[in-house]
């Protein structure tokens, strides 16, 4: 398709204008000692409906409204954001913990995760709040997606703000980010689910579920996107993390040496596509493909580094820019219904994950902090919003608390860690508490010393 200048002038103004505001938003965030995640996000706010449209509207309308082709090439940035977005966090999943602390965030993942999403349930029973379903209008799906709300934890942001704070190594982070991983999988394979529930006949006209004459919204469909999520899951143990580099080390793959770059995005939309056929929500499909990819070495790590790098300089901060862009904080965001909201939600995730803590035998201090830290939604809420809100399982009130909860969360789990180190040294108590606590619980399961895994 031919473009006008007039059109491209327009498209080029927008990504230049989206990226600034979101590297320069992640950037202050940065300096503020808060998620990059939550800046680039307040970018994209300041360009949309909240202010620059408000403004300057006709400026707003004419960069970002007008024109054939902001709209569509926006959308492709947005998609392959979240693609590269979820390949870049499934094949960062590492398993470094200890024993004892291996016991401690299964407590804490089991009790944290369902008491949390029972909590959200309870919450829609109690208030019945269906004007926060979307065009969609399935019940079902829309109680996922608020369930996976209230319980989900971040792991690229949590593990931002540890790094930043130089706490990675310790064992308190550890326990965080073996939770964060185990919730955030168990997110991905829900929402996995409530979006096939909702997917209309026309997305299925070539898919398998199509070819099987599953019908959306029935009860053997809700049966065969369980079947199929948790079965494109477990591509990963079948296949082992590895299996991309062993593809790329054959014999004959001459495409894998000649581009590694270009062979490991070829992957990955193989990937996605497969999971698109079977009915899988396209982005667990790119998160699946990171996991595949596994422990790159030589060239492939490399090549790996590099996609990452480009992705996290452009593709992901415009898809993050773009959620804000989408944000309409005076007509669609209900203060009084947020504020609740936020409230429910921490009180529901952070005593679940305190007591989960106490129950594995972590003091009160440590305690107190993980359920603070488990707090923070981050990126995971963020996709759950965004998808969720595209498949009009929720309406764009909902979307913005959604968003909005995402971003506090991980401003208060980055503040309140950043205070506790300030206040106290590097050999703070806490992680002292947090130490003693997992060498108790392992000296109680086994007498012998414990060994770093992985």
């Known amino acids: 398709m031919s473009l006008s200048n007039a059109d491209i002038t327009r498209l080029l103004i927008a990504i230049v204008l989206l990226l600034v505001a979101a590297h320069g938003g992640g950037q202050l965030c940065v300096r503020l000692r808060q998620p990059r995640v939550a800046g680039e996000i307040i970018g994209g706010l300041l360009l949309g409906p909240t202010l620059f449209a408000t403004v300057l509207p006709q400026w707003q309308e004419a960069i970002f409204s007008r024109g054939v082709a902001t709209g569509p090439a926006l959308g492709a940035f947005y998609q392959l954001g979240l693609f590269l977005l979820m390949f870049c966090s499934g ?5 470094g913990v200890r024993s004892g602390e291996r016991r401690t965030a299964i407590v804490i993942a089991s009790v944290g995760n369902v008491v949390p ?3 959200g349930i309870l919450f829609l029973v109690a208030l019945k709040p269906g004007n926060l379903i979307g065009p969609a209008h399935n019940d079902t799906a829309f109680l996922l997606v608020f369930g996976c709300a209230i319980a989900v934890t971040s792991v690229p942001v949590i593990a931002k703000i540890m790094a930043d704070l130089g706490i990675m190594g310790t064992p308190f982070a550890r326990i965080v980010l073996t939770v964060a991983v185990f919730e955030d999988i168990v997110l991905f394979v829900v929402i996995s689910v409530a979006l096939g529930m909702v997917q209309a006949a026309s997305a299925q006209a070539f898919s398998l579920p199509s070819l099987l004459g599953i019908k959306p919204d029935t009860l053997l469909s809700i049966v065969y996107y369980v079947a199929a999520s948790a079965a494109f899951f477990s591509l990963p143990l079948v296949l082992g993390r590895a299996f991309l580099q062993r593809i ?3 014999r004959g793959n001459l495409f894998a040496w000649s581009s590694p770059v270009a062979f490991q995005l070829l992957f990955l939309l193989v990937v996605t596509a497969l999971a698109l056929f079977l009915g899988v929500a396209a982005y667990f499909g790119a998160f699946v493909a990171g996991i595949l990819a596994g422990r790159l070495e030589g060239v492939n790590a490399r090549a790996h580094e590099a996609i990452k790098s480009f992705s996290f300089a452009v593709f992901i901060p415009i898809y993050f820019a773009i959620v804000g862009l989408q944000l309409d904080l005076l007509q669609h965001f209900d ?16 005593l679940s994950a305190y007591a989960g803590a106490r129950f594995s035998g972590q003091p009160k201090a440590a305690a107190r902090d993980l359920a603070v830290a ?8 963020i996709v759950l919003a965004s998808v969720a809100y595209g498949a009009r399982i929720i309406n764009e009130s909902f979307y913005v608390s959604l968003v909005m909860l995402a971003l506090v969360t991980s401003i208060i789990a980055g503040a309140w860690l950043d205070a506790i180190l300030r206040k106290r040294s590097r050999e703070d108590v806490l992680f002292e508490d947090a130490a003693e606590a997992v060498s108790a619980a392992t000296a109680s399961a086994r007498p012998a010393p414990v060994a770093e895994a992985g």
Do not use: S
């Not at 094949?91 to 398993?95: D, I, K």
């Not at 203060?335 to 952070?350: D, E, I, N, P, Q």
């Open 91 to 95: 094949a960062a999943l590492r398993a």
């Open 117 to 119: 999403f029972a909590a």
């Open 248 to 250: 790329a080390a054959t």
């Open 335 to 350: 203060v009084v219904f947020f504020v609740g909201f936020l409230a429910y939600a921490c009180a529901a995730k952070a």
């Open 374 to 381: 488990l707090n923070a939604r981050g990126g995971p809420a």
